[in-house]
């Protein structure tokens, strides 16, 4: 009855996304944390270098908060395939909210750098969990036909939300003070939550399917499993992290080539990042018809290749547009490639191991990122920018070519039944 109500009754076709109500309120709700999240990301380092002067101390608790995000990553998928998926959207958001509304409190009292230490990690754990149960609301809202579109719209209104939070983050921050631009971080949170309250998702595991009647370290490492049966999945997971690896360091390398190669502004490093934006956004909205016309793998793979030819230009390019442009590019068959892969491993996994597959995903595919990061920064600096985006973008290409020998290639695997 759950596909019956998603058609249109004459035809039979599938009613647009913008007509479901459930999918556009969780829209919705989904921006409005996105919107909260890049608040965050201007306030709380202005809060820290208005009390503290220290850029060494936002680093210092952004490398706690990470760490503590990571951590939480390997038990999110256990606990979102065990509860509701509802309940814990809204229980995170609300969390966010509390913990994000005690900084304005407490700075009312005085700055107490002490309290970011245990709000920053908290709030970075709980946003992992709400990640990792966002990804598995999708395909209970959805048909997964209509995955890849709803993806893509989700991650649109993300890259714009993240685009439009940090600039009214900078004018509230500048005109009522960081704390005040924490608190609406707080508020939107709680608006998110109220969304979410009201949306109905189809299904959901059966009692005697959210455990696999093995250990609780059975239970955990079951997303891992089925990463590593699944031909596709487990092959897309290997590249998918050398490509991480590569490429993480990226806005570094912007940045450094901007200010230290070419001797430009902050107001140019701004304008890369927009542009850049823009290609995320565009690379979203065009990823599902791509897919339609080419299949899984030639997106996929294409869009790899792509953004190896714009790493290598980066760094030799000489102008801000000729940068942004490649930037745009870049980012938006980044936004091509990962809508393709969060997509098929949500059509492909089965219901009661989705939270647990996504966990076990992420906590592979970012492992060894952080140290590409730091090895790419630190080779710019002493062989150039240049050099570096060359060798990083040619690996990028190398890694597209390899996939064409692997079952990646396959134009719809989402339809070759449940190999694992």
Not at 27 to 38: F, N
Not at 93 to 115: K, T
Not at 281 to 290: K, M
Request: aromatic share 8%; proline share 5%.
């Amino acid at each position: 009855m759950a596909e019956l109500a998603d058609h249109g009754p004459a035809l039979g076709r599938p009613r647009p996304l913008w007509r479901d109500r459930d999918f556009s309120v969780f829209w919705a709700a989904q921006t409005l944390s996105v919107v909260g999240d890049s608040f965050a990301l201007i306030a709380l380092p202005l809060l820290v270098l208005r009390a503290t002067g220290s850029v060494a101390q936002m680093g210092l608790l952004t490398a706690v908060a990470g760490t503590a995000s990571v951590v939480a990553g390997v038990f999110a998928g256990v606990v979102v395939d065990r509860l509701d998926r509802r309940m814990l959207l809204v229980v995170c958001d609300l969390a966010r909210m509390v913990l994000y509304g005690l900084v304005p409190l407490a700075w009312a009292f005085g700055p107490h750098i002490w309290l970011l230490y245990v709000v920053l990690p908290l709030g970075e754990a709980v946003g992992m969990l709400f990640s990792v149960t966002y990804v598995t609301a999708v395909r209970a809202l959805v048909p997964g036909a209509r995955i890849t579109r709803a993806n893509g719209r989700l991650n649109a209104t993300a890259a714009a939300a993240g685009v439009v939070g940090p600039v009214f983050a900078g004018m509230i921050a500048a005109r009522f003070g960081p704390t005040a631009a924490v608190g609406v971080d707080a508020a939107s949170f709680g608006v998110s939550a109220a969304c979410v309250s009201f949306v109905r998702f189809r299904g959901r595991p059966r009692e005697d399917e959210r455990t696999d009647g093995g250990t609780p370290w059975r239970e955990l490492l079951a997303g891992a499993a089925f990463l590593r049966r699944h031909p596709v999945l487990r092959t897309l997971t290997v590249l998918l992290s050398v490509f991480c690896f590569l490429t993480l360091g990226l806005n570094d390398l912007i940045v450094y080539h901007l200010k230290h190669d070419l001797g430009q502004g902050d107001g140019a490093v701004g304008t890369v990042f927009a542009v850049g934006a823009v290609g995320t956004i565009t690379g979203a909205l065009l990823v599902a018809p791509i897919r339609r016309v080419l299949g899984f793998g030639m997106t996929w793979i294409g869009g790899v290749a792509v953004c190896g030819l714009a790493l290598a230009g980066i760094g030799s390019a000489d102008s801000v547009p000729v940068i942004g442009a490649l930037a745009a590019g870049f980012l938006g068959c980044v936004s091509v490639a990962g809508t393709c892969s969060m997509s098929l491993r949500q059509e492909v996994t089965p219901d009661h191991l989705l939270g647990r597959v996504t966990s076990a995903f992420w906590t592979i595919h970012y492992s060894a990122a952080p140290v590409g990061a730091a090895a790419l920064t630190w080779a710019a600096q002493r062989c150039g920018t240049a050099a570096v985006c060359l060798v990083a973008g040619a690996c990028c290409l190398i890694t597209a070519v390899l996939a064409l020998f692997t079952p990646v290639r396959a134009p719809r695997p989402e339809h070759s039944g449940d190999p694992a």
